[in-house]
Each structure stands twice: as C-alpha cells, then as structure tokens.
C-alpha cells in the first residue's frame, strides 16, 4: 500500500487511473488488486457483492456493462471498482470522513 502512495499538495493519494492521455502501468495493477480486495466477500457477502453490482449495473445499463466486461475494459475495471467500493461503504450518503 505504501509505495502505491504519492503526496500530493500534503495529501496522500493513490492514483487509480492513470492521467488523461496516460498509460496504465503496474502501479495501477496493484491498485486494482487493492480495491478487489477491498470489495465485499462474494460469498461469504453475497447480498452486499450483488447489490453494488446492481447498482452499478442500473447506473451504467446493462448492455454496456455486458459490451465492457466481454471486451476486457480496462477503464470499466478500475470504474466499476471504485464505484462499487463507494456504494458498498456508503461515501456516497456519509462521504469520505472530515
């Protein structure tokens, strides 16, 4: 997790995509990792795994979301990561802390 972590202006950030224009590199690998293993248990979790799946599925529709998980989307996998990661804590209704 540490060499995943840049300062930034004082603040600690891990980038999870690269800049616009940008490559994914290995450190965004690792950090995929990361928010797979951040995300609820799909079996010991189920409803929690399935309902952020959910979420994201009504937010992106369905097709799209069928068209980037058939053709390897890379930028769908780190999206859908962040964004079922946001749903599953509740960032979105709590946000992030103070």
């Not at 189920?46 to 959910?54: G, I, K, T, V």
């Not at 068209?67 to 960032?91: M, P």
Request: proline share 3%; charged share 35%; aromatic share 10%.
């Amino acid at each position: 997790l540490e060499e995943l972590l840049h300062i930034e202006d004082g603040v600690g950030v891990i980038r999870a995509l690269p800049e616009i224009g940008g490559e994914y590199n290995e450190d965004h690998e690792k950090t995929l990792e990361l928010l797979n293993k951040l995300q609820p248990d799909p079996v010991e979790n189920e409803d929690d795994f399935r309902s952020c799946w959910d979420i994201l599925v009504e937010i992106y529709g369905r097709e799209a979301t069928k068209y980037a998980q058939k053709t390897g989307d890379v930028e769908f996998k780190f999206r859908s990561n962040i964004v079922r990661l946001l749903l599953h804590y509740d960032f979105l209704t709590e946000g992030i802390g103070k």
